[in-house]
């Protein structure tokens, strides 16, 4: 597998995804039963884009893979909040669905380059 062109895909859907959030935070909100939570949809869009650089910038460097890792821990804590307010919601159980999948794709991604590269960089603290 090319973990390369895989980092470079996933700086693509993360550029896309995060411009999803930015421009129609309000149409996910609604979809979520999180109205009024805009802004942190605008934040993890704003995320999602700095993501999508990076890895299209430097699609070989497992760190950058490794921070969709952690931005994908952060949706699922949102999520799951959300599905404790909103149980039945299947939107919100598609999205959990979809970013487990992401999660896993992204860790794949990240091992594979830490084999195969070897140039992870430490993920610096605070």
Not at 83 to 105: H, M
């Amino acid at each position: 597998m090319d973990y390369r062109k895989l980092g470079f895909r996933l700086g693509l859907f993360s550029i896309a995804l995060g411009a999803v959030e930015l421009l129609d935070a309000k149409r996910v909100t609604t979809a979520l039963d999180a109205d009024g939570h805009e802004g942190l949809v605008n934040g993890f869009g704003a995320r999602e884009l700095l993501a999508g650089a990076n890895l299209i910038a430097a699609p070989s460097v497992a760190t950058n893979v490794w921070n969709r890792v952690a931005g994908d821990a952060m949706d699922l804590t949102a999520l799951a909040l959300a599905a404790r307010s909103s149980p039945r919601n299947r939107a919100i159980w598609g999205s959990i669905a979809f970013v487990i999948g992401a999660t896993l794709l992204d860790i794949v991604a990240a091992r594979g380059l830490d084999r195969t590269i070897g140039k992870t960089l430490p993920i610096a603290a605070g």
